[in-house]
């Protein structure tokens, strides 16, 4: 691993923690690599059912680490978007296991689009969010012009990208962009139940309705209808779906293995 990533797992939730506080989590090659080492191994081990992905300190992340971007001994910007980002949000996207970030302060430039490339975003009433690419006349990378024009819509999506302006959390769930804002003093305990929550359902259900999401993006009607056929029959054939009816018809909580 690396000092920059630290990677906890507790009771199914596996806990991925960006930690680079004194830099506000800003990503160097690194640290983008430990991600992705991190990541990988949490989709491998079974017994990490949920990850949550949050970061130490007063930020969430700040996305990238300019010095480095600037370095003429460092990686060129191409190399940056596609060995750092890229496999990042591919990963959080292909695992399919229920992926929660956690954005315990500002997420600003690609730290705001890895946040908003998970399946469920909690923010601390305190964070904000910023696609702050346009104020070094950069785009928004880390699938940002993906994701926010699905999210909030591409009017709404446009004057944040070009204007750069701090979104509150209010404000991003108040606009569809992110599941939850909570009071900081909560922030914490909503997160742990979350997850926890997530880890102890049917885990393999989960994944599968991920990778409907997933195409759904790029499917017709017809295209969805079918893949949603082909799904419901490996659901149905899993051991959590009979885990789940045995315990409906006996009347007990279930006991799933997300298998």
Known sequence: ??????????????????????????FIREMAFAFQAALRSAEENKDARAIVIIGTGKAFCAGQDLSEAIDPNGPELTKIVSEHYNPI???????????????????????????????????KESASFIQAFSKIGLIPDSAGTYFLPRLV????????????????????????MIYKAVADEEFEALVSKTASKLAQMPTKGLGLTKRALNESYKNSLDQQLALEDKLQTEAGHSYD???GVNAFLEKRKPLFKGE
């Open 153 to 176: 819509g591409m009017q709404k999506a446009s004057a944040l990208m070009m204007l750069g302006d701090k979104v509150s959390s209010a404000e991003a769930e108040q606009m569809g």
């Open 89 to 123: 949000i591919e990963l959080i996207r292909v695992i399919e296991k229920p992926i929660v970030a956690a954005v315990n302060g500002v997420a600003a430039g690609a730290g705001a689009n890895i946040a908003l490339a998970c399946d469920i975003v909690i923010a």
């Open 1 to 26: 691993m690396s000092e920059f990533i630290t990677s906890t797992l507790e009771n199914g939730v596996q806990t991925i923690t960006l930690n680079r506080a004194d830099k506000f989590n800003s």
């Open 241 to 243: 779906y009979q885990e």
